[in-house]
C-alpha cells in the first residue's frame, strides 16, 4: 500500500465536495475491493473519502411500490432485512450469498454497483428487477447504469446515495460459483411484474452484465421450461481458465432455468 | 491402556497455544534493530541480466542496502544446493545447473530472486524495490515440458543444453518387455498428474541475525527441519561454520513439504544480517508464495499394463517426464525417480516392472516434494490402470484388485522395496463393508432419478514411510543419511525434557512424543516436555517429512528412554541394595524381582543427581541419555479407500457423497491424532483431483498466484469422512509404528478419479477435474454402461 490521506465524510455534500475537489480521489464504501487492490499497490489513490460516517446513506424502506436500499448498506443487512424479505424475498437471498461473512459485513450495495465488476451480484439484481440507481445528482435508470466492465454512468464528482427495487411478482437468482474465488462464474436473475419478464446476466459478459433478451421474449408463460430450447451464443461471452465461452454460455441457459424455478419456489 | 498412553485420545497439548493466538511464528517475533527485506523478482520467466541499477533505490528514505548476484558472488556464498545425486541410464550424472541465492546473469521463471532490498520498513524496501532498475533482454519461455524439450528449445541451463537433467530408469527392461510380449491384454493409459502449489497457511518467512560480538548468526526460519538448513547453509552455501550458525524453527504453521528446502530468501536474510549489521526480517506475502515456494507433482506418463489370459498382471511399463522447474530444489532430484518408481508395484503381486523416467527443465518455478512426494504420482499411475484393466476386462475392481494382491510377506517387489507387513484383502473387505458397497446400485438408482450421476472409485494405496535406511539411501544417491536422534534428559524430581530432531508444524508431536515417554516412564504426561526447532538446543537431527517422526523420530526416543531405564536400573540397584539383574521396571516403579522392594521413577532420578548411594568413578551420576535410530527398513502403510460422488451433467459440479477410508498405519499412539492427518491428507488429495491446478501461460506468468485463481478444497467440499483402521504392525519398527502423515494424500486422487469415470462411463477426465472438465467430459458418449 502506498501512502494516502484518509478523510471521513459527514455528509453526502461534504464528500461531493472533496471528490470534485482532490485530484486521485476515491470513495471508500466498505473496500473489499479497493482496498486488497491498494496492498498490492495496484491503485494509489491519494485521498480516501470514507463514506461509512454518512448516516443518510444507510438503511432500507419500502416507498410504495419499490424497495429503497441506501448506498452505505452492507449485504449482511440487507439478507436479513425483514422490509426486503417481505417485499423482494429473493433480493435478500442473493445479499445472502455475496462474498463470504466478512464481506457482508463490510460490503456495501452502493460500493457494488458503483464498481460495477463483471461478476458481482448487485448489478444482475439491477438489471433485471429494473431498478434507480439514485446519486447525489440525478436517477439514473438501470438499464442505462451499468455500461461496461467496472464502467458505469458516474460522472466525476457523482456519488450513488440509494438503489430503489421496483417490488416484482416473482423474482429468482441462481448463481454458479467460480470454483476458486467463489464470484459467479455465471449469475442469473430473472424477475417477473405483470407480463414482462426481465432477465440479467452477471460473470459472463465480456462488456460485463447483460439482459438476456431473447430469453426474456422466450417466456410464453413465465416457466423453466418455456427457455429449453434457448441457447446462449458464446460470442460476447467471457472465456478464462475456470470456464471457456462455451460452458459458461451452456450454464447461462441452466442458470436463468435454475431461476426462473426459483422464482417459483420450486427446485429444478 | 491408560488414558495417557499409547494409544489414547490424548487432546493436543499444544492447541491451547495456537488457538489463543500464543503460538510463535518467524513472523511474531522481532528483534532489536531489525530492518526488512524485499525481493525484487523477475517478472520474466526467461531472460538475461544485462544490468542491475540500484542508484535510484538506494536514494529512497530509509533503505539501508540493495544486494544482487554479483554481492552474493563476490562475498564466495554459494549456491543453493540438491542434496540427491541422480545418475541416467548411461552412468552419467545429473546436469544440474547452478542455482544462486540472487540471480547472476540470467532470470529463469517468473518470481526468480534478482536482488534485495533491505530498509528500516517494509513500506520503505518496496519503494526501494520499485525503484531498482533492471535491464532484461528476453529469452524464450519454456513453460511446459513440452516447449523445454522441443527441438532446438533455448538451454535454461548451459549444463543441460537439451533441458534435460536425467534420464533416469528403475527395474528390469528386458524381463518386462517379455512380459508383455506373452500378454492376453495390455492397458494403455496417459497421465497428468497436476501441478500443484502447497499453501501452508504461514507463508514463509525469516529473520536473520549476526552478533558481531561473539560472532554468530542467527536465523529464525519456518523450517521443517533446522538442523539441515544449517548444515546446507553452513558446509555448501559458507554463511558460517555449524558451530557460528545457531537456526531456530519455533511454531510452524503447515509444511507439507514446503519447508524442508533450504531457499534463496531465508541464505539472503541470514547473510545480509552482517553485510548492513541489522537483524533482517522477511515475511512472504501469499503471492510470493504462489510465485516462488517449491511446487509439487507435475508429471506426464505414459503407463501400460499386461494381463495374462486368467486377468493376473504381467507386468508394467511406465515412462514419465517430471517438471522440475527452473532450478532443482533441495530435494527435488529424487521424488520423481526413487520416492516414485518403488511404490509402481502397488499393493499387487507384479512380476516385472520397468520405469522411465525424464526430470526437465523449465522455466518455472522450482518443482520438490509435496505431501506425499513422488508416492501419490506413483499410486494415482498404478490405480488409474488397475481400475481401467479391471473395466476392460469387464471385472469387478475388487474382485481384480483380490486375485493380484500380494499375500505372502515379506514380498520382494522388481523395484527395490520389500514390503514387510500388511493385510490388503482385510482392508478392502472392511473399507466394502463399512462403506455399504452393497447397496451402491439403489443409491446410483436414485441419482438417476434426479439426473444425477453417480459413482463409486477404489483406491488401494501402499506408500514407504520410515524414510529411511541410511546406507540404503545413501546406495540410490542421497547426499544424507536419514536417521534420526533423541535425548531424555531426566530432570532430578523426574520431570523429563525430551530434545527431539523432528519438528513438529501441526502434526501434535508435543502430544504424541508425550505420550509414549509418559506410558514408557510412566509418569504423568504434564511432566513431559518436547524441545524442537533449535539447533543451539537440540542435538543434529534431520527433521520431519516423509512421514517419519513416528517411525523414526519416536523411535529413537524409544532408543533413548531404554538407556533412560537401563541407567536407571543401576541406580535403583544400589538404592534397593539389590543386583542390577534383579531390578524390574513397570508402571513407573523399579522393583526387585520378588519383593516389595521398589522406588518410583522421581525417588531414583533423584539420587542419581544426588548420587550418595553409588560410588561416582563406578557410575556416572546423572540422568540423561541421548540416541541415534537409523531405520532397519522402509515402512508400509497401506488401505483402502473409497469414494462415492454425484455429478450434475448439466453444470458438470461433483458433490462427494461419502468416503469411506481404511488404513493400516502399524501401531498407533493416539487415534484422535492419527484421523486428523488422514482428514487432513484427504482433503489435500480431493484437492488436486477436483480443484488444485498451477496454471502458467505461454509467455510463462502464473495465471494462479492468488486465491481468486488457485482454487482451494473448502470444507464444504467434503463429506464427513468414515475412518477405519486394520492393524499390521511394522516388523522393522520397535513400537510396530508406519507413519500415517501423507496417507490421505496419496490416496485419495485416484479414488476420486476413479469414481468420476465410474460415473461418466469413460476414462476421458484429466486432474482437476473441476466443473468445467467433467461438463465437458459428460458431453462425450459412455464408451461403456456406467452399471457394467
New interface residues.
Given amino acids: 500500500m502506498y501512502a494516502f490521506d484518509y478523510i471521513k465524510a459527514t455528509s453526502l455534500d461534504q464528500a461531493a465536495k472533496l471528490l470534485s475537489e482532490k485530484e486521485e480521489a476515491k470513495l471508500l464504501a466498505g473496500g473489499h475491493t479497493l482496498l486488497p487492490t491498494m496492498k498490492q499497490r495496484l491503485a494509489a489513490p491519494g485521498v480516501l473519502v470514507d463514506l461509512s460516517g454518512v448516516s443518510d446513506l444507510r438503511g432500507i424502506a419500502r416507498e410504495g411500490d419499490a424497495v429503497v436500499i441506501g448506498a452505505m448498506t452492507p449485504h449482511g443487512e440487507v439478507a436479513t432485512s425483514a422490509v426486503v424479505r417481505a417485499a423482494i424475498p429473493s433480493l435478500a437471498e442473493l445479499a445472502s450469498v455475496i462474498g463470504d461473512p466478512a464481506v457482508r459485513h463490510r460490503g456495501t450495495i452502493g460500493g457494488s454497483v458503483a464498481n460495477n465488476d463483471p461478476a458481482a451480484d448487485y448489478p444482475a439484481a439491477c438489471l433485471a428487477l429494473g431498478a434507480t440507481i439514485v446519486t447525489n445528482k440525478r436517477s439514473v435508470a438501470a438499464d442505462d447504469f451499468f455500461t461496461g466492465l467496472f464502467e458505469t454512468a458516474l460522472e466525476d464528482g457523482e456519488i450513488v446515495a440509494k438503489v430503489s427495487f421496483p417490488i416484482p411478482d416473482k423474482m429468482g437468482y441462481a448463481k454458479f460459483r467460480n470454483p476458486a474465488s467463489r464470484y459467479a462464474l455465471v449469475g442469473v436473475c430473472v424477475a417477473q411484474k405483470g407480463s414482462t419478464a426481465r432477465v440479467a446476466v452477471t460473470g459472463a459478459g465480456s462488456n460485463g452484465v447483460f439482459r438476456w433478451k431473447e430469453a426474456e421474449a422466450a417466456f410464453a408463460t413465465f416457466d423453466p421450461a418455456s427457455l429449453e430450447k434457448l441457447t446462449m451464443s458464446p460470442a460476447g461471452i467471457n472465456g478464462d481458465i475456470h470456464a471457456d465461452a462455451e460452458y459458461r454460455a451452456h450454464l447461462i441457459g441452466v442458470m436463468a432455468r435454475r431461476a426462473t424455478a426459483k422464482a417459483l419456489g420450486k427446485r429444478l | 491402556m491408560s488414558a495417557t498412553g499409547i494409544g489414547a485420545r490424548v487432546v493436543r497439548k499444544e492447541d491451547h497455544r495456537f488457538i489463543t493466538g500464543k503460538g510463535r511464528y518467524v513472523d511474531d517475533i522481532n528483534r532489536p534493530g531489525q530492518s526488512h527485506a524485499y525481493f525484487v523478482r523477475s517478472p520474466h520467466a526467461h531472460a538475461t541480466i544485462k544490468s542491475v541499477d540500484a542508484s535510484e533505490a538506494l536514494k529512497k528514505p530509509g533503505v539501508l542496502a540493495v544486494f544482487t548476484g554479483a554481492d552474493i558472488a563476490a562475498d564466495k556464498i554459494g549456491g543453493l544446493i540438491c542434496g540427491w545425486m541422480i545418475h541416467s541410464k548411461d552412468g552419467s550424472p545429473m546436469k544440474a545447473g547452478a542455482h544462486p541465492a540472487l540471480a547472476q546473469g540470467k532470470a529463469r521463471y517468473v518470481g526468480d530472486h534478482v536482488a534485495v532490498v533491505i530498509a528500516e520498513t517494509l513500506?520503505q524496501a518496496?519503494d526501494g524495490a520499485e525503484a531498482v532498475v533492471v535491464d532484461y533482454e528476453e529469452l524464450p519461455p519454456l513453460p511446459d515440458m513440452t516447449l523445454a524439450t522441443a527441438k532446438g528449445a533455448a538451454a535454461i541451463h548451459a549444463e543441460a543444453p537439451d533441458n534435460i537433467v536425467y534420464n533416469w530408469h528403475l527395474g528390469d527392461k528386458a524381463a518386462t518387455d517379455a512380459a508383455f510380449a506373452k500378454a492376453k491384454h495390455v492397458t494403455k493409459l496417459d497421465i497428468v498428474n497436476n501441478r500443484l502449489v502447497p499453501n501452508a497457511m504461514e507463508p514463509r518467512a525469516a529473520i536473520g541475525e549476526y552478533d558481531d560480538g561473539d560472532g554468530v548468526f542467527t536465523l529464525y526460519t519456518t523450517s521443517q527441519n533446522p538442523h539441515v538448513a544449517r548444515l546446507v547453509l553452513s558446509a555448501f552455501i559458507g554463511i558460517a561454520p555449524e558451530n557460528k550458525l545457531r537456526v531456530i524453527a519455533p511454531d510452524v504453521g503447515g509444511g507439507f513439504g514446503s519447508k524442508i528446502f533450504i531457499y534463496a530468501e531465508e541464505t539472503i536474510c541470514v547473510w545480509a544480517a552482517k553485510k548492513v549489521g541489522r537483524p533482517v526480517k522477511w515475511t512472504a506475502d501469499r503471492?510470493e508464495e504462489f510465485l516462488a515456494v517449491a511446487h509439487g507433482r507435475d508429471h506426464l506418463t505414459h503407463a501400460e499394463l499386461a494381463l495374462d489370459g486368467d486377468n493376473r498382471i504381467l507386468g508394467m511399463r511406465v515412462s514419465t517426464k517430471a517438471n522440475l522447474g527452473a532450478y532443482l530444489s533441495t530435494f527435488a532430484s529424487s521424488v520423481p525417480t526413487y520416492l516414485y518408481a518403488p511404490l509402481l508395484s502397488g499393493q499387487y503381486n507384479i512380476p516385472s516392472i520397468y520405469c522411465e523416467v525424464d526430470g526437465v527443465y523449465t522455466t518455472t518455478a522450482p518443482v520438490d516434494a509435496y505431501r506425499g512426494a513422488g508416492r501419490p504420482e506413483a499410486t494415482y499411475v498404478v490405480e488409474r490402470l488397475i481400475e481401467v484393466a479391471a473395466r476392460e476386462r469387464r471385472m469387478d475392481p475388487t474382485a481384480f484388485r483380490e486375485m493380484n494382491f500380494v499375500r505372502q510377506f515379506p514380498h520382494q517387489t522388481p523395484v527395490i522395496m520389500m514390503y514387510d507387513a500388511g493385510n490388503y484383502p482385510l482392508a478392502l473387505k472392511t473399507a466394502m463393508d463399512m462403506h455399504d458397497v452393497k447397496t451402491f446400485a439403489q443409491r446410483r438408482s436414485e441419482s438417476e432419478r434426479r439426473g444425477k450421476l453417480r459413482g463409486l472409485g477404489y483406491s488401494a494405496y501402499i506408500e514407504a514411510c520410515g524414510i529411511a535406511p541410511s546406507a540404503a539411501v545413501g546406495s540410490l544417491g542421497a547426499g544424507v543419511g536419514l536417521w534420526e536422534s533423541a535425548e531424555v534428559r531426566v530432570n532430578p524430581i523426574g520431570t523429563v525434557e525430551v530434545l527431539t530432531g523432528s519438528h513438529a508444524h501441526g502434526q501434535g508431536h508435543e502430544t504424541t512424543f508425550a505420550q509414549v515417554v509418559a506410558d514408557r516412564l510412566g509418569i504423568p504426561i504434564e511432566n513431559v516436555s518436547i524441545v524442537h526447532g533449535d539447533t543451539d538446543k537440540v542435538q543434529m537431527g534431520m527433521g520431519t517429512y516423509g512421514s517419519r517422526s513416528g517411525a523414526v523420530g519416536i523411535s529413537a526416543i524409544v532408543k533413548a528412554l531404554d538407556k533412560v531405564v537401563a541407567k536407571g536400573k543401576k541406580v535403583a540397584s544400589h538404592v534397593l541394595e539389590a543386583s542390577e539383574g534383579d531390578i524390574e521396571f513397570k508402571d513407573g516403579q523399579f522393583q526387585v524381582k520378588g519383593t516389595d522392594k521398589k522406588a518410583g521413577f522421581g525417588d531414583i532420578a533423584l539420587q542419581a543427581y544426588i548420587a550418595h548411594k553409588f560410588n561416582g568413578q563406578e557410575l556416572e551420576p546423572g540422568l540423561k541419555e541421548g540416541a541415534f535410530y537409523d531405520p532397519t527398513n522402509f515402512t508400509f502403510p497401506a488401505g483402502v479407500h473409497i469414494c462415492e460422488l454425484e455429478i450434475d451433467p448439466?453444470?458438470?459440479?461433483t458433490e462427494i457423497k461419502k468416503w469411506t477410508a481404511v488404513d493400516d498405519f502399524g501401531n498407533v499412539i493416539n487415534p484422535m491424532i492419527v484421523e486428523g492427518q488422514v482428514h487432513g491428507g484427504i482433503a489435500q488429495g480431493v484437492g488436486q483431483a477436483l480443484?488444485e491446478q498451477a496454471?502458467y501461460d505461454k509467455s510463462g506468468q502464473l495465471?494462479?498466484a492468488s486465491?481468486?485463481?488457485?482454487?482451494?478444497p473448502r470444507a464444504d467440499d467434503l463429506p464427513s469422512f468414515e475412518i477405519g483402521m486394520i492393524t499390521t504392525p511394522a516388523p522393522s519398527n520397535p513400537l510396530g509404528l508406519k507413519g500415517c502423515g501423507e496417507a490421505g494424500a496419496i490416496a485419495a486422487p485416484p479414488a476420486v478419479i476413479n469414481a468420476i469415470t465410474d460415473a461418466l462411463g469413460h476414462e476421458d477426465i484429466a486432474m482437476p477435474a473441476?466443473?468445467?472438465a467433467v461438463?465437458?467430459a459428460c458431453q462425450k458418449r459412455p464408451s461403456r454402461l456406467a452399471a457394467e
Fill in positions: 513500506a518496496r503471492t448439466s453444470t458438470g459440479a480443484a496454471v495465471l494462479t486465491y481468486m485463481d488457485y482454487c482451494m473441476t466443473p468445467q461438463w465437458r
